[in-house]
């Protein structure tokens, strides 16, 4: 093992490239053998049925092998150049995952890791990417440019520990050095081709937007979809059967590197507990993973070797929990040991309700004496009838309002089409670059009107009220705050996420009501536009004050921690 870290990182690129043109060798039989017998097929159906004097001659078969040698070298040679330059591409985007947030601490933590575990490793360069899952896993690719990625899930971020998550980029590195991340991407890419085409050609039984019609099936002719889907499943025998061993070897080049065995068998225990499907992919990328996204399915026997991607979960315990000279029930019970001595050491957050009067900011909700924050508008209706006051922010987001309308400046006493009017102006312009419409309401709590102070939560930066407790959130990092669990709540907190949930989740409709009465009118802190009451997600029915414009959420007081709690039971 050592020789292989002494090694020169591109040297064993190279070889893996030699080694891949195998693939490439494979791809040519597979599309001769595949191409030439559809073709003999149709040609002997069309002699069959035209006439006995139209069999092709010896000279035919000849010019066909040719033509079908030709043909199986072109489709094969642009197979495997799709797979090699847009593959990990590919892999990235259908997985969503990203480039770390410089701004939050576990992703700080991540990248350093990385760095860590490179410079020991030897490697020149190592792109670290997060995927926005809960789910509980990791994997390596190696992009068109021969750069070398390692991609870990929110979950695992949330759920590991420090030398956890460093024995797992080990074993990431370890994949990386010893050439599997290449050949591993290369096939997966590879097969990804035979599941887009065959996704393709799949029939749609159910078009949107009207009833069942046989007559308006979708799809391919039955025998292209059937060659892509035995295509697709070879694809998936060969990802599988280079994956199996490689497994073992990098658990034990990842031991090599972290020196912590004991941690990289818990890492693998935790994430076979934790590993529900990342994203939607197909089984043929299992192999990419650390561990397969269907771990139970996983069986020991002749048919379980022969199909699965993975060695079994015990298999690999055993042999890391030998080396520590130790059982694999006591790593399993190390797992239980370290979640509860999480859970007690928790920071408990209480209710504004329970707070001393000592720990409430004593700052009063301060005045905006600008005359856009003033209630100084109305509007005449196209009935006639003037409506108002309003605010200039409530005037924009009328309903009837349009810059030809008449308004009128209760203050001045002036009426005329609302794009007469400066402030109107300006009000639009800055609302159509996403400005604030009032810059002095900028970065303030919707509610108190107190300016927002910078805080962290979970480990994410946020905004947060002095006052009233209200979080500004961006809505993309709500998955990190629902993976990660650094607090725990007061019981006032919990009774009151309990009563939510006997009220409005166990009744859509008294939700639906419950928004339609926050007829109160915020706008966002951060960008100006009117924030509309929606559901926290569909599944998750809890009313919250979103902005469409900028993606921000705002959180009256405990609703985010009301979320948390009743996410985290789901």
């Known amino acids: 093992m050592a020789k292989n870290f002494a090694r020169d990182f591109y040297d064993i690129q190279r070889q893996q490239w030699k080694k891949s043109l195998f693939l490439l060798i494979v791809l040519f039989a597979f599309y001769f053998l595949a191409i030439g017998l559809v073709s003999a097929v149709f040609i002997i159906s069309i002699t069959f049925f035209l006439s006995a004097r139209l069999f092709p001659s010896g000279n035919f078969f000849t010019n066909f092998i040719l033509i079908n040698a030709g043909l199986s070298i072109f489709i094969a040679f642009f197979h495997f150049y799709d797979a090699r330059k847009f593959g990990a591409r590919f892999i990235l985007k259908r997985l969503g995952a990203s480039p770390p947030d410089s701004s939050d601490r ?22 670290p990417y997060i995927i926005p899952q809960f789910a509980v896993n990791s994997l390596a690719l190696v992009g068109s440019d021969k750069t070398p990625m390692i991609l870990v899930t929110e979950g695992l971020l949330g759920e590991y520990t420090r030398d956890e998550l460093q024995t797992v980029i080990a074993h990431e590195l370890a994949h990386i050095i010893r050439g599997d991340a290449f050949y591993i991407t290369l096939v997966c890419s590879l097969a990804n081709m035979f599941e887009r085409l065959r996704e393709a050609l799949e029939p749609d039984d159910s078009p949107p937007g009207g009833a069942y019609d046989p007559e ?42 972290s020196r912590n065995p004991r941690a990289l068998a818990r890492a693998i225990y935790k994430a076979h507990l934790k590993n529900s499907f990342v994203g939607d992919f197909n089984l043929t990328y299992s192999p990419l993973f650390i561990v397969p996204p269907e ?80 209630k100084i508008w109305s509007i005449r209706d196209p009935k006639g009838t003037w409506q108002g006051p309003y605010s200039i922010e409530e005037l924009l987001f009328l309903r009837i309002f349009t810059p030809m309308i008449w308004i009128k400046n209760l203050q001045e006493r002036i009426e005329a089409p609302a794009r007469e009017f400066p402030q109107i102006r300006t009000a639009l312009r800055n609302l159509a670059q996403k400005k604030p419409i009032d810059p002095a309401r900028q970065n303030r709590c919707p509610r108190c009107r107190l300016t927002l102070g910078e805080d962290f939560y979970e480990g994410v930066a946020l905004k947060t009220c002095r006052r009233c407790r209200g979080k500004l959130v961006d809505a993309g990092v709500m998955e990190r705050i629902i993976t990660r669990k650094e607090v725990a709540f007061s019981d006032h907190i919990i009774k009151k996420a309990k009563d939510f949930e006997h009220r409005f989740m166990q009744n859509p409709f008294l939700t639906a009501k419950a928004i339609a009465r926050r007829s109160s009118r915020i706008f966002c802190p951060n960008c100006g536009s009117r924030m509309l009451p929606r559901p926290y997600t569909y599944q998750y029915i809890i009313p919250v004050d979103k902005c469409l414009s900028c993606h921000k959420i705002w959180f009256d007081t405990d609703e985010l921690e009301i979320v948390q709690i009743l996410t985290e039971k789901k």
Do not use: C
């Not at 576990?106 to 792109?127: D, M, Q, W």
């Not at 499943?233 to 658990?251: G, K, N, P, V």
């Open 295 to 374: 771990s139970t399915a996983i069986r020991e026997g002749f048919l379980g070797r022969l199909f699965n991607s993975h060695p079994p979960l015990m298999k690999r315990i055993r042999l890391l929990a030998d080396m520590t000279k130790t059982k694999p029930v006591q790593i399993i019970e190390d797992v239980w040991r370290i979640r509860r001595a999480r859970e007690k050491a928790r920071t408990t957050l209480y209710s504004p309700e329970e707070a001393r009067q000592g720990r409430t900011p004593s700052a009063q909700p301060s005045g905006d004496p600008s005359p856009q924050a003033a």
């Open 106 to 127: 576990y992703h700080k933590r991540f990248v350093n890791t990385v760095e860590e575990i490179r410079i020991a490793s030897g490697l020149p360069k190592v792109t």
């Open 216 to 257: 308006a099936r979708t799809g391919g002719p039955p025998l292209l979809y059937f060659a892509a889907t035995f295509s697709s499943i070879i694809m998936h025998l060969l990802s599988m059967l280079i994956s199996r061993e490689r497994e073992i070897l990098a658990d034990a080049a990842a031991v090599e590197l």
